[in-house]
């Protein structure tokens, strides 16, 4: 039976990229589809009212999303998978003609932006993912910013928009209010909540070592990450910072240590708000020293959990499809 789930404004449904195995209709609210126009780099955005379907093209046709869809109200949206809307789209001619007809004008931006890949040979995951980044700048949602440029310098590191990416995190952590609290708590942060300047030099601190590591400077970046670990003054920047010291084991090709690292801080801090991603790093330091039985196993359990606005579970099939086609 299709299942209703609900967004708050600001919202990410899925991402470009994502595996598509659902047809949303939305019930209440409204949900924007963000495509990025190939050949100027701007974004191109449907505004998908209630009532309306989305997600279907792609699901249909068995290929990624592409596009990035997000409630910009909070919304209730029914999602359908494959089966269900064949099923009910077989019983109702009307909904076949209805979403004709509201799929029109996406159907031909979509097909233009495939024309135009094909024409330039390329799909660019990592601007895809930095441009949803400014997007949420520009919506002034700082947390959702935060999120997805932290996303962006944990699987581009040394990527195009690096160093724009550790600009917009540093100026998004110092805008935002801090909370404390250990590795266990809620990544939510409380309106009320006025910073201090422990949390100031906190977070001043994780964003210089996020700075080192944009510049490839990754020893550096590992002594800062620690010394915030050490210092246990902030919570939220201690959990944070447990994380990056295995990412940066892993850029330092130190992937024995990864591994070890990672399995000290999950058996430490089952419920680390960067679980899965660490999971991502110690299957890729298998991969890495070619134990491909091992990172199978790690990249298969990540496919068990909830997936993040970054697409890890994209990456991890990826990933997987590789390891089959070596």
Same mark, same amino acid.
């Given at each position: 039976?299709?299942?209703? $789930?609900?967004?708050?404004?600001?919202?990410?449904?899925?991402?470009?990229?994502?595996?598509?195995?659902?047809?949303?209709?939305?019930?209440?609210?409204?949900?924007?589809?963000?495509?990025?126009?190939?050949?100027?780099?701007?974004?191109?955005?449907?505004?998908?009212?209630?009532?309306?379907? $989305?997600?279907?093209?792609?699901?249909?046709?068995?290929?990624?999303?592409?596009?990035?869809?997000?409630?910009?109200?909070?919304?209730?949206?029914?999602? $359908?998978?494959?089966?269900?809307?064949?099923?009910?789209?077989?019983?109702?001619?009307?909904?076949?003609?209805?979403?004709?007809?509201?799929?029109?004008?996406?159907?031909?931006?979509?097909?233009?932006?495939?024309?135009?890949?094909?024409?330039?040979?390329?799909?660019?995951?990592?601007?895809?993912?930095?441009?949803?980044?400014?997007?949420?700048?520009?919506?002034?949602?700082?947390?959702?910013?935060?999120?997805?440029?932290?996303?962006?310098?944990?699987?581009?590191?040394?990527?195009?928009?690096?160093?724009?990416?550790?600009?917009?995190?540093?100026?998004?952590?110092?805008?935002?209010?801090?909370?404390?609290?250990?590795?266990?708590?809620?990544?939510?942060?409380?309106?009320?909540?006025?910073?201090?300047?422990?949390?100031?030099?906190?977070?001043?601190?994780?964003?210089?070592?996020?700075?080192?590591?944009?510049?490839?400077?990754?020893?550096?970046?590992?002594?800062?990450?620690?010394?915030?670990?050490?210092?246990?003054?902030?919570?939220?920047?201690?959990?944070?910072?447990?994380?990056?010291?295995?990412?940066?084991?892993?850029?330092?090709?130190? $992937?024995?240590?990864?591994?070890?690292?990672?399995?000290?801080?999950?058996?430490?801090?089952?419920?680390?708000?960067?679980?899965?991603?660490?999971?991502?790093?110690?299957?890729?330091?298998?991969?890495?020293?070619?134990?491909?039985?091992?990172?199978?196993?790690?990249?298969?359990?990540?496919?068990?959990?909830?997936?993040?606005?970054?697409?890890?579970?994209?990456?991890?099939?990826?990933?997987?499809?590789?390891?089959?086609?070596?």
């Amino acid at each position: 039976m299709p299942k209703p $789930f609900q967004y708050k404004s600001g919202s990410l449904i899925y991402f470009r990229g994502d595996p598509a195995d659902k047809v949303f209709i939305l019930q209440t609210g409204k949900v924007n589809l963000v495509y990025q126009d190939i050949e100027n780099g701007e974004d191109v955005h449907d505004l998908v009212q209630p009532g309306e379907f $989305f997600g279907v093209k792609s699901s249909l046709g068995h290929y990624p999303r592409e596009e990035n869809a997000i409630a910009i109200q909070d919304a209730t949206v029914m999602a $359908f998978t494959v089966p269900e809307f064949e099923a009910v789209a077989a019983a109702n001619t009307r909904i076949i003609m209805k979403m004709l007809k509201v799929f029109s004008n996406q159907l031909r931006k979509v097909h233009k932006q495939v024309s135009s890949l094909m024409a330039t040979g390329e799909q660019n995951p990592e601007a895809g993912l930095f441009s949803v980044g400014e997007y949420y700048i520009k919506a002034r949602n700082l947390s959702q910013a935060r999120h997805i440029f932290s996303r962006y310098l944990t699987f581009y590191p040394s990527g195009k928009y690096a160093a724009q990416a550790a600009a917009y995190l540093k100026q998004v952590e110092m805008s935002l209010p801090k909370t404390g609290g250990n590795p266990q708590q809620s990544r939510s942060v409380p309106q009320a909540a006025v910073p201090s300047v422990q949390d100031s030099n906190s977070a001043k601190a994780y964003n210089e070592a996020v700075s080192f590591v944009s510049q490839q400077k990754y020893h550096q970046a590992y002594l800062a990450f620690k010394k915030l670990v050490d210092a246990n003054e902030d919570g939220g920047y201690v959990a944070k910072s447990s994380f990056e010291i295995g990412r940066c084991l892993f850029l330092m090709n130190n $992937f024995d240590e990864c591994i070890k690292y990672y399995t000290v801080m999950i058996t430490k801090y089952p419920k680390h708000p960067n679980l899965a991603d660490a999971l991502f790093f110690m299957g890729q330091s298998y991969e890495k020293s070619s134990k491909k039985e091992q990172a199978v196993v790690f990249y298969k359990k990540i496919l068990t959990m909830p997936d993040g606005e970054g697409g890890l579970h994209a990456k991890v099939q990826q990933a997987l499809k590789a390891l089959e086609e070596a």
